[in-house]
């Protein structure tokens, strides 16, 4: 199943990138809950069945070309965890974002339940439990 959920991850990213809210919804559950990195600061999260077309929609308002670009992947029982670069920059503020981080996701019944952005790769690699 692993093998299925790393696929899974990789197209939901692929989506995301191509600015793809509904390509990026067919991969998550009904339920599902997105955690972006602006969820620290704002408490924003994004949930249900268009979960991903929210998210999508907040980065086209907030970023100019924001994308994830992946460089491995990492697994266990009922997560994959993808680590990598975010790069992109701020529409009002000009300011641009180029930070090592990960991509946490979660699933259930071969859908993505939950996906967590973290700016870090180090916090991103504690949520998974894993170390350096």
């Known amino acids: 199943m692993s093998g299925e959920n790393i696929e899974i991850m990789r197209r939901a990213m692929e989506a995301f990138n191509r600015h793809d809210g509904e390509g990026f919804d067919a991969f998550l559950s009904n339920a599902a809950v997105i955690v972006p990195v602006r969820a620290a600061l704002e408490g924003t999260v994004y949930s249900g069945p268009t979960a991903g077309s929210q998210y999508c929609s907040a980065v086209e308002e907030s970023w100019e070309d924001l994308a994830w670009d992946v460089e491995e992947f990492r697994e266990g029982s009922d997560w994959i965890l993808a680590l990598g670069q975010i790069r992109g920059r701020g529409r009002a503020s000009g300011a641009t974002l180029d930070a090592r981080g990960g991509w946490l996701a979660r699933f259930r019944n071969g859908k993505i339940a939950s996906f967590q952005t973290f700016p ?10 894993l170390e350096e």
């Open 120 to 129: 870090d790769r180090a916090d991103a690699l504690e949520a998974a439990g």
